[in-house]
């Protein structure tokens, strides 16, 4: 049955995918004009003044950008001409070093709020101001502080991390099933063992439904901060390719963006169904 609904699904999936393809192609098939167009004006308009024919590419040519991309992903001709591989490993790298940050701090301090109802009381008020505040009103801040665009991006990805973590730590561990608890206490379990055996496992899924929205809105926050500090990344190279007016470049980008959030998400996923187990 569950094979059958995935496979439904799987060829739903494509045909809309086709369908979505085909509209993007007439749609831009049929931006043709039979009157020329002012150079000025269809520079402006994003047009060429030959044809009056959209700049907008179609399926076809974002297919065939994405094929030259594959082919050579790691090139490095410059500052401001680097492959697409290159961008993404920055991309990722600093992604990775400012979760992993948030990590090692909200999963901690998670527990030790949702086990102390006076670190609750105390630090509950900081946390519902600080959560609100944009990552990237954080950026000219870390900038000034920091004195380094690869560091400053990193400090936001930590802070845009860090509450959906924290948030779904303290959660998990303070809806710990009382009985549990009770018979750890029956037992003599100390605080640390308690947590480490009976607190975690009972909060994992939980904890990881946290770390699943952080690393989504960390990989969306990258993008936004490279294009502010620039340099490298996958944001600096959208922006860069915007300047370039090379709109099929940043289509191809938004693409990859979005298929290595998707692959991120999924890595998350399948840790959390590992440690989530019916009642």
Same mark, same amino acid.
């Given at each position: 049955?569950?094979?059958?609904? /995935?496979?439904? =699904?799987?060829?739903?999936? +494509? &045909?809309? $995918?086709? *369908?979505?393809?085909?509209?993007?192609? !007439?749609?831009?098939?049929?931006?043709?004009?039979?009157?020329?167009?002012?150079?000025?004006?269809?520079?402006?308009?994003?047009?060429?003044?030959?044809?009056?024919?959209?700049?907008?590419?179609?399926?076809?040519?974002?297919?065939?950008?994405?094929?030259?991309?594959?082919?050579?992903?790691?090139?490095?001709?410059?500052?401001?001409?680097?492959?697409?591989?290159?961008?993404?490993?920055?991309?990722? /790298?600093?992604? =990775?070093?400012?979760?992993? +940050? &948030?990590? $090692?701090? *909200?999963?901690?301090?998670?527990?030790? !709020?949702?086990?102390?109802?006076?670190?609750?009381?105390?630090?509950?008020?900081?946390?519902?101001?600080?959560?609100?505040?944009?990552?990237?009103?954080?950026?000219?801040?870390?900038?000034?502080?920091?004195?380094?665009?690869?560091?400053?991006?990193?400090?936001?990805?930590?802070?845009?991390?860090?509450?959906?973590?924290?948030?779904?730590?303290?959660?998990?561990?303070?809806?710990?099933?009382?009985?549990?608890?009770?018979?750890?206490?029956?037992?003599?379990?100390?605080?640390?063992?308690?947590?480490?055996?009976?607190?975690?496992?009972?909060?994992?899924?939980?904890?990881?439904?946290?770390?699943?929205?952080?690393?989504?809105?960390?990989?969306?926050?990258?993008?936004?901060?490279?294009?502010?500090?620039?340099?490298?990344?996958?944001?600096?190279?959208?922006?860069?390719?915007?300047?370039?007016?090379?709109?099929?470049?940043?289509?191809?980008?938004?693409?990859?963006?979005?298929?290595?959030?998707?692959?991120?998400?999924?890595?998350?996923?399948?840790?959390?169904?590992?440690?989530?187990?019916?009642?």
């Amino acid at each position: 049955m569950r094979v059958a609904l /995935g496979l439904r =699904a799987g060829f739903l999936s +494509l &045909a809309l $995918l086709a *369908a979505m393809l085909l509209v993007w192609q !007439i749609a831009v098939g049929g931006t043709a004009k039979t009157q020329p167009m002012d150079p000025e004006y269809a520079a402006l308009m994003g047009a060429t003044a030959t044809t009056g024919r959209s700049a907008m590419p179609g399926p076809l040519d974002v297919g065939a950008t994405i094929v030259k991309h594959l082919k050579n992903p790691f090139y490095d001709h410059g500052p401001n001409d680097k492959g697409l591989g290159i961008q993404l490993a920055y991309s990722v /790298g600093r992604v =990775a070093l400012g979760y992993g +940050l &948030a990590v $090692l701090v *909200a999963i901690p301090v998670g527990f030790l !709020i949702g086990m102390s109802p006076l670190a609750s009381r105390v630090l509950d008020p900081f946390i519902q101001i600080l959560k609100p505040v944009s990552p990237l009103a954080w950026m000219p801040l870390a900038l000034y502080t920091i004195k380094d665009s690869t560091l400053s991006s990193i400090f936001v990805i930590f802070i845009c991390s860090l509450w959906p973590m924290l948030i779904n730590t303290v959660f998990g561990v303070a809806s710990t099933r009382r009985e549990w608890l009770n018979v750890a206490r029956t037992l003599e379990v100390g605080p640390v063992r308690r947590a480490f055996t009976v607190i975690l496992p009972a909060a994992a899924p939980t904890i990881l439904t946290g770390m699943r929205i952080s690393i989504g809105i960390a990989w969306l926050v990258i993008v936004a901060a490279e294009m502010l500090v620039g340099g490298t990344g996958i944001g600096y190279f959208v922006w860069n390719e915007w300047n370039n007016l090379s709109i099929t470049n940043v289509i191809t980008s938004i693409l990859v963006i979005g298929l290595v959030g998707m692959v991120l998400d999924q890595l998350l996923a399948r840790a959390q169904a590992l440690v989530t187990f019916p009642e």
